[in-house]
């Protein structure tokens, strides 16, 4: 007999990181949730599958698998195969040197957060925000310095005085096109001085930017700012023009950046799946019209839903929304104008009649937003019908508060 | 102007986990070098490309791409598709709720080291080692344990001495069958008594498995010890079976260690592919023997490149090496026999020769082992008359030192 066999077993110690992560809480995030067949969910930016080049996605498969030694089922490097590097920096106008293939684009933010964000250290957020950029942040165990957005993003002033003022955050997150959930966008001069207080600062931008080919109104404003400065990770992904379920993306890095990013991946998962990358590779360069002929279809289709979707709020419930009409992306925001409506019931009434949505109460990450009076609809992936009946319930579960 | 433009531009500073990441050195990592496409490469478990099923996979992809609402391009759950988590599932001996989907068998491996490693703790870990776990663990800055390895594996005698000592492991690395690099099997009494320790003392075992369905010799060891176990990470991919491409493998979870895992899992990239997961549970249950069948034809073109290789070295060397012939996987683990033999100079020479293996000097995770009179060939991807080729040229740079 061992001397060990006296001992009562030893409990087993949880690293702190890890046991101060947040359970998972209000935004129905679609990597934790059961979908709810029987209800018209408007839950998250889920791209229709109609816009999704599938068949084509299915040659493609078919003919990186027949090609001689079958390199897509094999190892590839960290940084992603050369063929989808080279499409991606044609795209963003940078040299291929600075593309890191990503699963997607969240998956980029978590390597951002975690090579750029000390334990503990601060870290300033879009408020509102894309709720799980929370959860990513307790990667770092960050704390949280709130910057309000407004109609046209983030308010890159206010953030000069917050830094004016003495705070130092490592790191700053916002999306600059269709701004999560408040859906403006960031102008040309606002991303100049916000790279430009990045430099002297010393942080690190995330722009998160999956929306941005999306742009279904006006002009699009210039990512060149994001690309060319040595203090911003511009983050995107295929996952709302190709489809999620890739798990797709990309960062453009600085190169300066790119070594510590480098040298966490290599540690976590090496590699993105060769063969998507590969079968994405082929779509693109296969056909090269092919990526704008399915945006500028995906474009029209998300515009009309959108349309559709604002008209029949209107008339199923007039005057109870103020919508500012979107240019892009896949979410409306519309605000509540009686403030005697209670917005929390109102969610719940929509979940009895049938509706799930964002409520606008789970978006902020500090004081003083409206959020709380709004409601987040996403749009995307339900046809016309669909839409026109989800604000036939919407209407009714309003006037559940309201009469009428 | 502003009152920030007359400070200098503050310098960007970096995480004291992400500084100490160490530089790349010595293993040559497929994910970290370009192919030397002049030379016989012997240097990773890289299967052939002849005994995946890449026509079954192609074929696999055109059908789950034809699905109506495409849902291979959709968000899917964190865990992983039902339909790939009950195969595995059904493969392990074990509940569908334990197994978690991952981007290959490193992947899980990281997963595990930052869930359960308290950053600056203690890890033990093979004496000879996988070198990248050494680079995984520093993802928890954690101290390195060895524990000696012999010919049957892991020496689990030892490591209950060290425990009893008064070392305290928060994770202990091992590969069980046919370890890398020195291919022996932990036998079942001592898989049984390392669970055992495990539990007694609060440590996570690491059973990293990649190349448990590569048996091509003698009876292969229960890992029913490793999956009914609280405390034991059961780690295994299709990296070896279906390709490394896929990028796509999975944990065998306890009930206990499931939420920590998932709460990192969903903060970093969300999910593995859902094409690439939908593909391979249309792959493995369309065609329920296409798995076995698979590993059938593998298995003997290894066994017959195993021994091939092994007497190519002999007749081309003879009796310059010591060679166990192994049970499975896709390595062999040569002992220098003449003392007089620089193993260094002999990996220069066969460079020179146009031959790059790894060296055995880059295997220890401490002293007391005789991995530096060792050489490791990596044997899978090279058809009968390269090894043969190969073995000439060893032969030849052996003979550089040797003379004769």
């Given at each position: 007999m061992t001397n060990d066999q006296t001992l009562v077993d030893r409990p087993r110690t949880r690293p702190a990181l890890v046991e101060a992560l947040s359970e998972p809480k209000g935004f129905g995030d679609q990597t934790l949730r059961d979908r709810r067949p029987d209800a018209i969910e408007l839950l998250g930016g889920i791209p229709d599958p109609a816009v999704l080049p599938a068949e084509e996605i299915a040659a493609a498969t078919v003919r990186v698998l027949s090609e001689?030694?079958?390199?897509?089922?094999q190892y590839s490097r960290t940084p992603g195969i050369p063929a989808l590097r080279e499409w991606i920096a044609a795209r963003e106008g940078?040299?291929?040197?600075?593309v890191l293939v990503t699963n997607g684009g969240f998956h980029g933010l978590s390597l951002g957060i975690q090579a750029?964000?000390?334990?503990?250290a601060l870290i300033a957020v879009d408020?509102?925000?894309?709720?799980l950029l929370l959860r990513g942040a307790e990667l770092a165990d960050a704390r949280i310095l709130p910057v309000p957005v407004g109609r046209h993003g983030l308010d890159v002033e206010h953030l000069g005085d917050l830094l004016r003022a003495g705070e130092r955050p490592a790191a700053l997150y916002t999306?600059?096109?269709?701004?999560?959930?408040?859906q403006g966008t960031l102008p040309l001069d606002a991303r100049v001085e916000l790279v430009r207080l990045a430099e002297r600062y010393g942080f690190v931008v995330?722009?998160?930017?999956?929306?941005?080919?999306?742009?279904?109104?006006g002009e699009p404003v210039s990512a060149e700012p994001f690309n060319t400065?040595?203090?911003?990770?511009h983050v995107n992904t295929f996952t709302k023009t190709l489809g999620p379920g890739l798990r797709l993306g990309w960062l453009v890095l600085p190169e300066e950046l790119a070594p510590d990013v480098l040298a966490l991946r290599t540690r976590q998962?090496?590699?993105?799946s060769t063969l998507v990358q590969a079968v994405v590779a082929e779509l693109l360069t296969s056909d090269p019209g092919l990526f704008d002929t399915t945006l500028d279809r995906a474009r029209a289709l998300y515009r009309s839903r959108s349309d559709v979707f604002a008209a029949a709020l209107e008339q199923e419930a007039p005057g109870a929304f103020e919508i500012?009409?979107?240019?892009?992306?896949?979410?409306l925001w519309p605000?509540?104008?009686?403030?005697?409506?209670d917005a929390d019931r109102l969610a719940t009434d929509a979940s009895a009649e049938g509706i799930e949505y964002q409520r606008?109460?789970?978006?902020?990450?500090?004081?003083?937003?409206d959020a709380g009076r709004r409601l987040r609809f996403a749009f995307?992936?339900?046809d016309e019908d669909v839409l026109r009946e989800a604000a036939v319930r919407i209407g009714r579960a309003l006037r559940r508060q309201t009469g009428g």
């Open positions: 001689p030694g079958v390199p897509a089922l940078v040299p291929s040197s600075r750029f964000v000390e334990r503990g408020n509102p925000v894309f709720p999306v600059p096109d269709f701004h999560n959930p408040s995330l722009a998160d930017n999956p929306y941005r080919e999306l742009r279904f109104r400065s040595s203090h911003v990770l998962d090496s590699h993105s500012d009409a979107p240019e892009g992306g896949l979410f605000r509540l104008r009686d403030d005697a409506v606008g109460s789970f978006f902020p990450s500090g004081p003083g937003t995307g992936d339900k």
